[in-house]
């Protein structure tokens, strides 16, 4: 190793930073207005050092600046709605024919009807359009023509659930109650855990003042439904007016009120079955928070006439009854003919 020309190279750089340093200095005594020539005299700078130090010192000549354009919004150019475009094409019978009874059924009653008359439909799909069409009688109530539809569906597809209770329905709304149960009994004995079946069986019993069976099928619905409020009032009005299990009754309208809170209707039957078990304070209690909300509810004002009739406060109980009959002028031989008089 060269240990000597190491040394030289080291003094070379420590040479280059002086005069770095001295043209520095040079600088700012020239800012100062001081002589050139005394100054390199005094320094003891050659032309040579000079003018490698203002080489160095020399200011970097600028970058440039390039100006860049932004790119043009580009021009769409509008289109224009051609005119005379035909419309789109009607869908087929098919597709009208199985949509959800909305509004007027009348649409769908013809494109059934279409579906069923052209021919092509066989089994289960000419049962669906039959079904269709019947629940679109049904919501226009023209029963008869309701089940006839069902029928014919039962005929392409026997045992159809949704085709029995339809048809049950439509036969309740006719007032054939004895045919809709039977109905409503072959639906359940294929699908024994639909808890709508057995709540339309219940009002068809109780259409027939048949109690004893409306109360059990609304006990096989508080069995199959998790939240039974509306059962539960249900049995509690029919226990109500028929005077059976009043205890049993009361109960029920306690529990549908847990789950319905202050629901007019559960306060106006819970009122009748207190007026029957003779609790009649809580009875007009009842009958009146129900006129608190409804005060027109004629079933109110007349439960709580009788209550207040029953208490011996006479003129304040016929001036109730009264009220009643002008909202509802049979009201009294309603209510009497339940067992409420």
């Known amino acids: 190793m060269d240990f000597g020309q190491d040394a030289r ?40 050092t000079f ?9 970097r000549p600028e970058k440039p600046e390039v100006f860049v354009p932004r790119p043009a919004k580009p021009v769409v150019p509008e289109v ?16 009208q024919c199985n949509v959800k009874v909305t509004g007027a059924p009348d649409g769908m009653i013809s494109s059934c009807t279409e579906l069923i008359e052209k021919g092509h439909e066989t089994g289960r799909a000419l049962a669906a359009a039959y079904n269709a069409r019947g629940r679109a009688y049904l919501s226009k109530r023209e029963y008869d023509r309701a089940v006839a539809d069902f029928s014919e569906a039962l ?18 709304g006719k007032g054939e109650f004895d ?17 709508t079946l057995y709540q339309d069986r219940a009002g068809a019993h109780l259409a027939k003042a048949d109690y004893s069976r409306a109360i059990a099928d609304l ?12 059962a539960l009032r249900d049995r509690c009005y029919v226990r109500a007016i028929s005077g059976r ?9 306690e529990q549908a009120l847990r789950l319905l809170k202050s629901d007019v209707m559960t306060l106006e039957r819970r009122g009748l079955v207190n007026l029957r078990l003779g609790y009649f304070d809580k009875a007009i209690a009842d009958f009146n928070a129900v006129l608190k909300v409804q005060g027109a509810n004629a079933t109110a004002l007349y439960g709580r006439g009788v209550a207040k009739k029953k208490k011996g406060l006479v ?13 509802r002028p049979d009201i009294v031989q309603a209510l009497a003919g339940l067992g409420v008089k």
């Open 9 to 48: 190279a080291g003094a070379q750089l420590a040479g280059a930073a002086r005069i770095v340093t001295l043209a520095g200095r040079f600088r700012r005594v020239v800012a100062r207005g001081i002589g050139l020539a005394g100054c390199a005299c005094a320094l003891a700078i050659s032309p040579a």
């Open 51 to 59: 003018s490698l130090a203002q080489d160095a010192l020399a200011p």
């Open 80 to 95: 224009k709605k051609p005119e005379g475009l035909p419309r789109p094409a009607k869908p087929p019978p098919r597709v």
């Open 155 to 172: 005929k392409h597809e026997p045992g159809n659930v949704l085709s029995l209770h339809s048809r049950g329905v439509a036969h309740a």
């Open 179 to 195: 045919a809709a149960i039977k109905d409503y009994s072959d639906a359940i004995w294929l699908a024994p855990r639909n808890a």
């Open 219 to 230: 006990g096989e619905v508080i069995k199959l439904t998790p939240k039974p409020a509306l």
């Open 245 to 253: 299990e009043l205890p049993q009754g009361l109960d029920d309208c």
């Open 315 to 327: 003129l304040a109980g016929e001036a109730d009854i009264a009220e009643a009959r002008q909202i």
